[in-house]
């Protein structure tokens, strides 16, 4: 389903859509609508429309900053109960039967969040073109978590800290657009992403005045379009 919330930043709009609709940051896709700065006769505001995202799907994409990524610690690698136990074999057993020997340890515990490390010397193909094989096992994880009746629980699946690369990239990418589309005065499409890649597109260049962004497509794979609207 889709909502749209406005405030007088794209936080505050973001922060109304939590309050109303009682999720979790990561469990709904942000599409920025319109953006109004402020200037001496109208005040700022953004609006966004938010898509939410169905609980089962599994997705479970990490929505937390690089800076938490790399300070969290993990007292026990180990699984703790028989949930963490059953999803760790399963996943392992996922990835032996494509034929890759793999290590499944937890990497970090979260409230309803549960980060999993991959350690294997196939890893850049558990990775796959663009994260694609790594999001189809998180999918399946989460899946097969909420048969065993967690389906609270997010899953992410990570190996060879690709997830905080990754995140990166976007930035940098997000940047690099946004000094094309300034230059040539076009519109550029970026590639297909899930909704965490494209709200940190968003993100990223929300605050740069002269360029604006905008989500295009259907299902949970869409396009950023990066879009030169100038000094208003």
Avoid: C
Wanted: glycine fraction near 6%; hydrophobic fraction near 35%.
């Amino acid at each position: 389903m889709t909502y749209e919330f406005e405030g007088k930043t794209e936080k505050d709009a973001i922060e109304m859509a939590v309050n109303e609709l009682g999720l979790e940051r990561d469990q709904f896709d942000v599409e920025i609508l319109e953006t109004q700065k402020n200037s001496l006769f109208k005040k700022g505001y953004v609006k966004i429309r938010v898509h939410t995202l169905d609980d089962n799907d599994g997705s479970g994409w990490e929505g937390s900053s690089s800076e938490e990524k790399h300070t969290r610690l993990v007292a026990d690698p180990l699984p703790q109960g028989e949930f963490e136990k059953q999803l760790i074999d399963f996943i392992r057993n996922v990835i032996e039967k494509m034929g890759y020997d793999v290590k499944v340890e937890i990497s970090y515990r979260e409230d309803k969040k549960l980060g999993i490390r991959l350690d294997s010397s196939y890893s850049s193909i558990l990775i796959g073109r663009k994260g694609k094989n790594l999001d189809a096992l998180q999918l399946l994880a989460n899946i097969y978590a909420g048969r065993l009746g967690h389906e609270e629980v997010r899953v992410i699946l990570d190996t060879e800290n690709y997830r905080i690369r990754r995140e990166e990239t976007l930035v940098r990418l997000a940047y690099t657009t946004a000094d094309r589309v300034r230059s040539t005065r076009n519109s550029i499409l970026l590639e297909p992403m899930n909704p965490f890649e494209r709200r940190l597109i968003h993100t990223t260049l929300n605050d740069i005045p002269d360029v604006e962004t905008k989500s295009e497509g259907e299902g949970v794979f869409k396009q950023v379009r990066v879009l030169y609207k100038g000094i208003r």
